[in-house]
């Protein structure tokens, strides 16, 4: 993966807003849902990004394709859930910034990093080089509702494991909906 390149801030400023006029609501509560899967040649790699327009810098894809695996997993077998922060260079959308003027502190949206809550699943697969399937799905927001989340992401990965990227889109969808942040 590489992890040299990076974006202007007008371009990544332009693309930002035109993701968040599309998809306002789901980026006023996530930023996106990844799905980082482990190659054999490559290491960890991100596999998808959905929505499929949300755009990420190459130093965003490398942070949460080394963040999306448990330090140690050798002996971690089936599930596991842990969250993980990462630090990032877009803004806050208008609803987030709205949402921080009436919040406590610790509820606040955070401007400058991400949260990130991770679904690893490794099981074994002796069809596949390593004998194991070794996958993370990893959801994206600025908002720290630690139990919201890890529900979210306890709904939305194994439906991704049993029917694959529909069901990752139909979830993007269905945020989409949710009510507006506040």
């Given at each position: 993966?590489?992890?040299?390149?990076?974006?202007?801030?007008?371009?990544?400023?332009?693309?930002?807003?035109?993701?968040?006029?599309?998809?306002?609501?789901?980026?006023?509560?996530?930023?996106?849902?990844?799905?980082?899967?482990?190659?054999?040649?490559?290491?960890?790699?991100?596999?998808?990004?959905?929505?499929?327009?949300?755009k990420l810098t190459d130093q965003e894809k490398c942070n949460i394709?080394?963040?999306?695996?448990?330090?140690?997993?050798?002996?971690?077998?089936?599930?596991?859930?842990?969250?993980?922060?990462?630090?990032?260079?877009?803004?806050?959308?208008?609803?987030?910034?709205?949402?921080?003027?009436?919040?406590?502190?610790t509820l606040r949206a955070d401007s400058t990093h991400y949260w990130?809550?991770?679904?690893?699943?490794?099981?074994?697969?002796?069809?596949?080089?390593?004998?194991?399937?070794?996958?993370?799905?990893?959801?994206?927001?600025?908002?720290?509702?630690?139990?919201?989340?890890?529900?979210?992401?306890?709904?939305?990965?194994?439906?991704?494991?049993?029917?694959?990227?529909?069901?990752?889109?139909?979830?993007?969808?269905?945020?989409?909906?949710?009510?507006?942040?506040?």
């Open positions: 993966m590489a992890c040299g390149m990076q974006y202007e801030d007008n371009d990544l400023l332009t693309e930002e807003t035109d993701f968040q006029a599309k998809w306002s609501r789901f980026s006023d509560w996530l930023h996106c849902i990844c799905v980082v899967t482990f190659d054999l040649e490559l290491g960890q790699a991100m596999e998808s990004v959905y929505p499929p327009d949300v394709c080394y963040l999306a695996f448990p330090d140690s997993n050798s002996g971690c077998m089936g599930d596991t859930q842990f969250h993980v922060r990462l630090r990032s260079r877009t803004l806050l959308t208008k609803q987030q910034l709205s949402y921080n003027e009436d919040s406590v502190p990130g809550f991770v679904y690893f699943r490794q099981v074994k697969d002796p069809s596949l080089p390593r004998g194991y399937f070794q996958k993370s799905i990893i959801l994206l927001t600025r908002l720290p509702f630690i139990n919201l989340f890890y529900k979210v992401i306890q709904l939305i990965a194994p439906k991704h494991f049993e029917e694959g990227e529909r069901s990752l889109e139909a979830a993007c969808h269905d945020i989409n909906r949710w009510p507006v942040l506040g």
